[in-house]
């Protein structure tokens, strides 16, 4: 599987007004479904894997365009106005922010007993615990998952968008994903980054830090005592090597380390994949185990950062004009009528979107 890209963005309070909620309810489903029509579920599953998409498709919806708030909200309206259309075209959305997010794995089961998946759940389970899993312990770039959101199809293909907080520093940032190809999880899942790059972000999904996954596994299979690291080797950039101190530091809990470390010789994991699935490791012993490693078995550590629009009816915050009602019912009420009409068997309308999207001026 493929993690596409991320997207960062400023962390904005607030909420959406309830009027254009309702209305990004109705566009952001009748746009989907005109897609499904179009293209098929699939096509709709690698366009939310495209940040850049994403955004665009937010900014249709009259939503800020640069907001955190664009992911959660536009998610989460497109997740109620989708409502009974998920049994009839075989997509669907599950999950969302902060408590919601941690229910996804029930929403996916409940979803394959109703609609016959079983085969497809206890894979869709995985993907959602382990995407949840690596972009918040094996990528360590300060941003803490607060929402996740799974989109599938009927024969298995899948998207997550989820975001992460960076309270420090007032920014999100969002991570997509799509079941493009079968690859790791833990090496190198994505293809392309988008976003601001971060100072000292440990990647233990960088190819160079595949070493030390191996070295990780070597030293949970050796019997510890208790280890406390509070620096590491870097490599310069001149090729010398150099040890980096911080100005303070967190003292991690070494009765922790010591219980997670005696867990793991007991029952030690086959694979990195099952010791990153492994309940209760999260950053701080998969960091801390790198670090064992790099001193125990010489694998040097690799910090660098993976990270590498559209406007139609306007934003919420007014910019770069405000939401504009009119036109927004007027686009609502024509695409409904197209999909209508489709459903029927009667293209000719949504044909006459697809022409004008390859008459568009492309930059």
């Known amino acids: 599987m493929k993690r596409t890209g991320t997207a960062t963005s400023p962390l904005h309070t607030g909420h959406c007004p309830p009027w254009l909620f309702q209305k990004m309810q109705r566009l952001s489903a009748a746009m989907v479904e005109a897609m499904i029509l179009d293209y098929g579920p699939r096509t709709v599953l ?49 999950g969302g922010k902060g408590r919601t997010a941690l229910n996804t794995p029930q929403e996916i089961a409940e979803v394959g007993s109703r609609d016959a998946l079983q085969r497809a ?81 440990l990647d233990l999904t960088h190819p160079d830090n595949v070493p030390a996954q191996a070295a990780s596994l070597a030293a949970i299979r050796t019997p510890h005592e208790s280890l406390t690291a509070l620096a590491s080797l870097r490599q310069g950039p001149d090729g010398t090597r150099h040890l980096a101190l911080p100005d303070a530091h967190l003292i991690p809990s070494p009765h922790h380390f010591d219980q997670m470390l005696a867990k793991l010789y007991m029952v030690p994991p086959e694979t990195y994949q099952d010791l990153v699935l492994t309940p209760g490791v999260g950053p701080s012993t998969l960091r801390a185990l790198a670090m064992v490693a790099e001193v125990i078995h010489g694998t040097p550590l690799t910090y660098r950062d993976p990270v590498r629009y559209s406007f139609a009816h306007g934003g919420k915050d007014g910019t770069p004009f405000p939401v504009r009602r009119q036109d927004y019912a007027e686009t609502i009420a024509t695409l409904e009528q197209a999909i209508r009409h489709a459903r029927l068997g009667e293209t000719e309308q949504l044909d006459a979107f697809r022409r004008l999207s390859r008459l568009a001026p492309r930059s």
């Open 46 to 94: 690698a366009r939310f894997s495209d940040p850049g998409w994403f955004q665009a498709f937010g900014c249709v919806l009259g939503f800020d365009w640069h907001s955190s708030g664009l992911t959660t909200v536009v998610l989460g309206a497109l997740k109620e106005g989708w409502g009974d259309r998920a049994r009839d075209y075989g997509f669907y959305i599950v």
């Open 121 to 201: 759940q206890e894979d869709l389970i995985t993907v959602s615990r382990l995407t949840a899993k690596v972009d918040n312990a094996l990528v360590q770039d300060g941003y803490t998952l607060y929402h996740h959101v799974l989109l599938f199809d009927r024969q298995g293909s899948w998207a997550v968008v989820q975001q992460g907080m960076n309270a420090a520093a007032q920014r999100a940032r969002r991570y997509h994903w799509f079941s493009e190809a079968v690859e790791t999880f833990t090496v190198a899942p994505h293809q392309g980054i988008v976003g601001v790059p971060e100072p000292q972000v």
